[in-house]
């Protein structure tokens, strides 16, 4: 692995345009949607817009979270949508402005009067969670108050309804952006029971193991603004529902 990372860096950025742009991540529409879906994930194609008149030829590919944040970092991926900046990442490459924002809500059954208010509240909830996930420096504070139930693998926001429903868990964690899209959020099923006070930033970030990633950042920064003076960007996102970030 530590060879392949040294190869990676060393390779030139002429070189790497050669070969596709592999960008992964676990599903969470609209951020990351299934490869099999009828529609790429948005931040997809903001990136194809982008990225490919510039030479580049993306292969987006769906794995577990903790497979993609192993890939980006030894170069097997060259970048991982919707990624928060933390200082495990420092060494990545993060363009200026994040391709999506949103706040960290906690969703019960439909029939539960209990409501997030910070840590207190927390106490003696069973909240599931994605194994490896980080939601942001406020919410990962306040849930080492509660009993963290963790699924991993693919869909786990999914697969925490299911224990949701199951009442094997009080909540779940999850971007209101993705609970809206997925309609999980409504009244028939699942109730918002309290968000974050901020939203978050996430980016499609760059692996450090790529001798272009900077420019890859730059590049799809400087795309991204392109695309808001264009129009084309607001087109995007309201396909998707979403305002611009």
């Given at each position: 692995?530590?060879?392949?990372?040294?190869?990676?860096?060393?390779?030139?950025?002429?070189?790497?345009?050669?070969?596709?742009?592999?960008?992964?991540?676990?599903?969470?529409?609209?951020?990351?949607?299934?490869?099999?879906?009828?529609?790429?994930?948005?931040?997809v194609?903001?990136?194809?817009a982008?990225?490919?008149?510039?030479?580049?030829?993306?292969?987006?590919?769906?794995?577990?979270?903790?497979?993609?944040?192993?890939?980006?970092?030894?170069?097997?991926?060259?970048?991982?949508?919707?990624?928060?900046?933390?200082?495990?990442?420092?060494?990545?490459?993060?363009?200026?402005q994040?391709?999506?924002?949103?706040?960290?809500?906690f969703?019960?059954?439909?029939?539960?009067?209990?409501?997030?208010?910070?840590?207190?509240?927390?106490?003696?909830?069973?909240?599931?969670?994605?194994r490896?996930?980080?939601?942001?420096?406020?919410?990962?504070?306040?849930?080492?108050?509660?009993?963290?139930?963790?699924?991993?693998?693919?869909?786990?926001?999914?697969?925490?309804?299911?224990?949701?429903q199951?009442?094997?868990?009080?909540?779940?964690?999850?971007?209101?952006?993705?609970?809206?899209?997925?309609?999980?959020?409504?009244?028939?099923?699942?109730?918002?029971?309290?968000?974050?006070?901020?939203?978050?930033?996430?980016?499609?970030?760059?692996?450090?193991?790529?001798?272009?990633?900077?420019?890859?950042?730059?590049?799809?920064?400087?795309?991204?603004?392109?695309?808001?003076?264009?129009?084309?960007?607001?087109?995007?996102?309201?396909?998707?529902?979403?305002?611009?970030?």
């Amino acid at each position: 692995m530590r060879i392949a990372i040294v190869l990676a860096v060393l390779l030139p950025a002429a070189t790497w345009a050669e070969q596709p742009l592999v960008l992964v991540s676990d599903p969470w529409c609209p951020v990351a949607c299934a490869a099999s879906d009828p529609r790429p994930v948005y931040v997809v194609e903001i990136a194809k817009a982008v990225l490919e008149p510039a030479g580049y030829r993306i292969d987006y590919q769906i794995v577990p979270f903790a497979r993609a944040e192993a890939m980006t970092n030894s170069g097997d991926a060259a970048g991982f949508i919707g990624v928060l900046k933390l200082p495990k990442r420092q060494h990545w490459a993060f363009p200026e402005q994040a391709q999506a924002q949103s706040r960290v809500c906690f969703y019960t059954r439909a029939d539960s009067r209990w409501h997030y208010a910070g840590a207190a509240s927390l106490k003696n909830q069973r909240v599931g969670t994605i194994r490896g996930y980080s939601y942001g420096t406020e919410i990962d504070g306040v849930l080492r108050h509660a009993k963290v139930d963790q699924v991993s693998g693919l869909n786990g926001f999914k697969r925490g309804l299911a224990k949701l429903q199951a009442k094997r868990i009080d909540a779940v964690v999850e971007y209101e952006l993705v609970a809206q899209y997925q309609q999980f959020a409504s009244n028939a099923l699942l109730r918002n029971a309290g968000c974050s006070q901020m939203a978050d930033q996430l980016y499609l970030a760059f692996s450090p193991a790529r001798s272009d990633a900077p420019q890859l950042a730059r590049i799809l920064n400087e795309g991204v603004q392109r695309l808001k003076k264009t129009g084309e960007l607001k087109k995007i996102l309201q396909s998707y529902g979403i305002n611009e970030p």
